[in-house]
């Protein structure tokens, strides 16, 4: 199992599909109560429901985790994802910290590899959040906003990436991977991380 978190705007969907098609990992599909993006097809991107089934999935205790992310629902069911692990195959995950947080609480007997990706700045990210289909200044000041709550749980993951180029990124996390799967020698720079941190949080 591999978890991708990062704060909105920091480019992790674009990896996730990367890692999954070079990499053989099967993207888990989420259920979520929000509305679809315009570019977002049903059941492939998410598994688009109202409230109600929602509710009912919590209530079935059908998820594996879930949460309430910027004021809609968003959660993994189990099923599809134990089927997969226990045919021996990879399973990618793009949830927030909430999420990584209850899968490595629940210590499944699977590995599992945690990932917190980060913009380069706070510039960059601000940048990224406007250009994006929310043209609403409102919502990429919340975005923001939500970004200094979300970089603190940095600490809880395995690796910490700046998504600087999105190549570069893609190498690491892949080199990361392979590394951990073989107990290969890691590179990876604990310090410049922290000083990263502390640039984003300042
Ligand atoms: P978006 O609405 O932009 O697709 O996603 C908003 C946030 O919800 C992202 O941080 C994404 O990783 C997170 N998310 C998506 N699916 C899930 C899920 O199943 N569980 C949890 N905990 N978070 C999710």
């Not at 490595?104 to 406007?130: A, C, D, G, H, Q």
């Not at 570069?168 to 290969?184: P, W």
Request: hydrophobic share 35%; proline share 3%.
């Amino acid at each position: 199992m591999v978890i991708l978190s990062s704060p909105s705007g920091a480019g992790k969907t674009t990896l996730v599909k990367l890692l999954s098609k070079n990499k053989n990992f099967n993207i888990s599909i989420s259920h979520t109560t929000r509305k679809p993006r315009p570019s977002e097809v049903p059941n492939k991107d998410y598994y688009f429901v109202d409230h109600n089934k929602f509710e009912n999935l919590i209530k079935n205790e059908e998820f594996l985790e879930y949460a309430k992310v910027f004021n809609h629902l968003y959660g993994t069911t189990r099923t599809p994802v134990i089927e997969k692990l226990e045919k021996g195959e990879n399973v990618i995950f793009d949830i927030d910290w909430q999420g990584a947080d209850q899968i490595k609480n629940k210590k499944l007997n699977y590995k599992l590899i945690t990932f917190f990706i980060l913009p380069p700045s706070k510039e960059v990210l601000f940048k990224r959040l406007s250009n994006r289909d929310m043209k609403d200044k409102l919502i990429v000041d919340e975005r923001m906003k939500e970004f200094s709550r979300d970089v603190l749980h940095w600490i809880n993951y395995d690796y910490v990436i700046v998504n600087d180029n999105l190549d570069e990124c893609y190498l690491k996390i892949n080199n990361l991977i392979d590394a951990e799967i073989n107990s290969g020698s890691k590179d990876y720079d604990k310090e410049y991380i922290r000083k990263h941190i502390e640039k984003l949080t300042s």
